[in-house]
């Protein structure tokens, strides 16, 4: 019996000798071709989503906002080069929609002197943005943590003037509250661009985007009775990210 378990065993580690020895002599991992896409690898892309607030005051008089209630929400595609294991150079195409809540004030010439119930501005941007990451930390096949600087343009695709009224007594067709949607808006430029700076930890992010050009077109004045030049719309945002890797 002892003499039958001896040859067992030393079958057994035979047999695990020898697998280990083919092992190293095959050089599988010789074979392998070295991995290019990852988080912290060559190459990445992801997809984010962005959502934030209004951050600083319009330039000029006659419009106030509602802080709580102007807000942008944004989705994109970002993608990553790794320069070194510190840098990095990418891009991203996003599309983003900016709300400025109008304030319903005595003073009050953009886009009209007209008070509402509930008065907002929606732009909705098709853009681009090239940027710089400087990584920091210690890290594996991760995100990690990390600032960028970047440039983004964008074209506006679309943009609506929404107002609505509680009226005290029903109008002409019997309705007591009015939705009203104005489009095509002729005071608006079609591109505008600026910088944006992030702080990120692996797919959480925060972001501060200011637009550098202006949004009004150059010397467009409310009613001719008016004659009374819109102010330029405000330029922060600062936002929360959240990478989807």
């Known amino acids: 019996m002892k003499k ?28 392998t071709i ?64 900016w709300t400025y809540r109008i304030k319903q004030t ?29 990584n920091f930390g210690k890290r594996g096949n991760h995100i990690g943590n990390f600032v960028d600087f970047a440039a983004f343009g964008n074209y506006i695709t679309g943009a609506s003037h929404y107002t609505l009224d509680v009226l005290d007594t029903v109008n002409v067709n019997n309705a007591g509250r009015v939705h009203t ?8 430029e079609n591109i505008n661009y600026g910088v944006k700076f992030r702080i990120g930890i692996n797919r959480y992010i925060i972001s501060a985007s200011y637009r550098l050009s202006d949004l009004i077109k ?10 009374v030049p819109y102010p330029e719309l405000p330029r922060l945002f600062i936002a929360f990210q959240i990478g989807i890797h």
């Open 218 to 227: 150059d010397n467009f004045v409310d009613l001719p009775e008016a004659i």
């Open 181 to 188: 949607t104005n489009k095509d808006l002729i005071y608006l």
């Open 34 to 97: 070295p991995e290019t896409f990852g988080p912290n690898l060559k190459n990445y892309r992801h997809l984010y989503f962005e959502y934030g607030f209004l951050a600083d005051k319009p330039e000029g008089t006659g419009l106030e906002m509602l802080y709580g209630h102007s807000h942008n929400f944004g989705i994109g595609l970002r993608y990553k080069y790794r320069m070194t294991n510190f840098l990095a150079l990418g891009w991203d195409i996003h599309i983003t929609e």
């Open 106 to 134: 005595d003073d009050k010439v953009f886009p009209n002197n007209i008070k509402h119930k509930k008065e907002k501005l929606t732009v909705n941007n098709l853009g681009l943005e090239f940027y710089t990451r400087l």
């Open 4 to 31: 039958l378990l001896a040859v067992l065993i030393v079958a057994l580690f035979s047999s695990t000798l020898f697998s280990q020895v083919v092992l190293l002599e095959e050089d599988v991992a010789g074979d």
